[in-house]
């Protein structure tokens, strides 16, 4: 796996998640870089 920083953070190091979305008609986290997500809050 990628680069975890805990079991509980679904996301990447320095990566946050933003809500969720679809893909492969499966629900999966949101993961934005944290710079991304800072500007959109």
Same mark, same amino acid.
């Given at each position: 796996?990628?680069?975890? *920083?805990?079991?509980?953070?679904?996301?990447?190091?320095?990566?946050?998640?933003?809500?969720?979305?679809? *893909?492969?008609?499966? *629900?999966?986290?949101?993961?934005?870089? *944290?710079?991304?997500?800072?500007?959109?809050?």
């Amino acid at each position: 796996m990628a680069d975890k *920083k805990d079991d509980k953070d679904p996301c990447w190091k320095n990566y946050e998640q933003v809500g969720m979305k679809t *893909k492969n008609g499966k *629900k999966v986290p949101n993961c934005v870089p *944290k710079k991304t997500a800072d500007k959109k809050k």
